[in-house]
């Protein structure tokens, strides 16, 4: 049983890890080492997957981050008056009501390229990604052109200078949620 928001969503993010291990397992013909934590610097939990055998080898990284606590008070103010909230009250708040809003792609390595590997993973991860329900979108930068028309292919697209701020400096995003 979960006691909060945090319990469930590292439940929620067992499960994320699990069903992507099983799934590329299916894909690649072998076991990924599939590894996720926690982070409280960044607030976020942190995935590292990756495995090879004779024929691929791959790397895939991201992170799912918890909504910023302006964007928690924005959310809260909406039903709530917070004008006559001490510090404590609100940070108390911030820490019952903060939930998981997106995820950030950091990182995504297959060799062989141009085999449609690369594209079967991330549909597979969009696919987990959608049934945990709260992550509203997919931010990442890439790092040179290949990447960038791989993603854009995918369906990422550009987004705004001040909107890339907000999340940490990204420049592309795909929505999940509308």
């Known amino acids: 049983m979960c006691n909060n928001i945090k319990?469930?969503?590292?439940v929620l993010m067992e499960n994320l890890k699990n069903n992507l291990e099983r799934k590329l397992s299916e894909l690649l013909g072998f076991t990924p080492q599939c590894?996720?934590?926690y982070n409280?610097?960044?607030d976020s939990y942190i995935f590292l997957l990756k495995g090879e055998n004779e024929i691929y080898s791959f790397e895939f990284n991201f992170r799912i981050l918890y909504e910023s606590k302006e964007d928690v008070l924005r959310r809260y103010k909406i039903n709530n008056q917070i004008v006559s909230k001490s510090k404590d009250d609100l940070t108390?708040?911030?820490s019952?009501?903060?939930?998981?809003?997106?995820?950030i792609i950091t990182f995504l390595f297959i060799k062989p390229q141009n085999t449609g590997r690369g594209k079967m993973i991330v549909d597979i991860f969009f696919e987990e990604i959608k049934i945990i329900d709260k992550?509203?979108?997919?931010?990442l930068n890439p790092k040179n052109t290949n990447a960038e028309r791989f993603w854009d292919r995918i369906?990422?697209?550009?987004?705004?200078e001040e909107e890339a701020r907000k999340v940490h400096?990204?420049?592309k995003v795909i929505i999940i949620k509308k």
Do not use: M
């Open 40 to 42: 409280k610097a960044s």
């Open 169 to 171: 400096g990204y420049n």
């Open 155 to 160: 369906g990422f697209y550009d987004i705004k």
């Open 96 to 103: 019952e009501i903060k939930d998981i809003k997106y995820a």
């Open 35 to 37: 590894n996720f934590n």
């Open 135 to 139: 992550i509203e979108n997919v931010y």
């Open 7 to 10: 319990d469930f969503n590292f």
């Open 92 to 94: 108390y708040i911030i």
